[in-house]
C-alpha cells in the first residue's frame, strides 16, 4: 500500500495489518511525523513535488491519499493520476479523499471511469453550502470521497489520455 501525504500515517498503520505500507510524505523532509511512521515501522520518503514517482510500474495494490492534491489544476490532477495509474496494479484500488472544484472533480471522473475504466466501489459526494477558502488557501466546491478499482485490462491506449 502506499500512502501520498501520511500526515500522522494513521490510516496506514490500520491498514498496516494486511499491507505492506509506504508513505510518501508532502511535508518537509524532518517533519516530526516521518520519525513516528519509521519508528512503528513504516517506510517514509518525501515527495518533492517529483512528477514521477519513484517506484516501477504496477508497485502498489492500493494507493491512498487524502487532501493532498486540492490545490491543483483539473490538467495537472490528470499527471498526478497518470502517474498514479502507472504504478497501481492492474484490479488495485484507488482512495482518494479531497476537497475539490467542479471543474477537478469532472477531470478526475473522465480520466479515470471512462479513459482508464476505474469502477467505483464507494463514493460521496458532499457540496459545501457556501464557498470559502479552505485551510490551505484554495477555494473548493465538493468534498469527494471515493474507492475506486482499477481495470484488470487497459481499455484505452493511455497515449490518448495526455
Known amino acids: 500500500m502506499l500512502e501520498i501525504g501520511a500526515g500522522g500515517g494513521s490510516v496506514s498503520f490500520i491498514l498496516k495489518k494486511r499491507y505492506d505500507v509506504t508513505v510518501l ?4 523532509p ?5 520519525e513516528y511512521i519509521t519508528e512503528r515501522g513504516g517506510l517514509c520518503a518525501f515527495l518533492d513535488g517529483e512528477k ?3 517506484f516501477a510500474k504496477f508497485s502498489f495494490d492500493v494507493i491512498h ?8 489544476t483539473p490538467a495537472r490532477w ?9 504504478i497501481l496494479r492492474p484490479g488495485g484500488y484507488l482512495w482518494i479523499s479531497d476537497g475539490l472544484s467542479y471543474a ?3 477531470t478526475i471522473k473522465y480520466l479515470l471511469l471512462h479513459q482508464l475504466g476505474y469502477k467505483i466501489l464507494y463514493e460521496d459526494e458532499i457540496k459545501r453550502e457556501s464557498i470559502t477558502t479552505s485551510f490551505l488557501s484554495n477555494p473548493y466546491e465538493v468534498t469527494w470521497e471515493s474507492i475506486l478499482v ?4 487497459l481499455k484505452n491506449d ?5
Not at 490528470?78 to 502507472?86: A, D, F, G, Y
Not at 482499477?150 to 485490462?153: I, L, R
Request: proline letters at 7%; one cysteine or more; glycine letters at 2%.
Open 30 to 34: 524532518d517533519f516530526p511525523y516521518c
Open 150 to 153: 482499477k481495470p484488470n485490462t
Open 104 to 106: 477537478q472533480l469532472k
Open 158 to 162: 493511455l497515449s490518448q489520455c495526455k
Open 65 to 72: 491519499h487524502s487532501w493532498v492534491y486540492h490545490g491543483l
Open 25 to 28: 510524505n508532502t511535508a518537509l
Open 52 to 54: 514521477v514517482l519513484p
Open 78 to 86: 490528470r499527471e498526478v493520476l497518470l502517474e498514479q495509474n502507472r
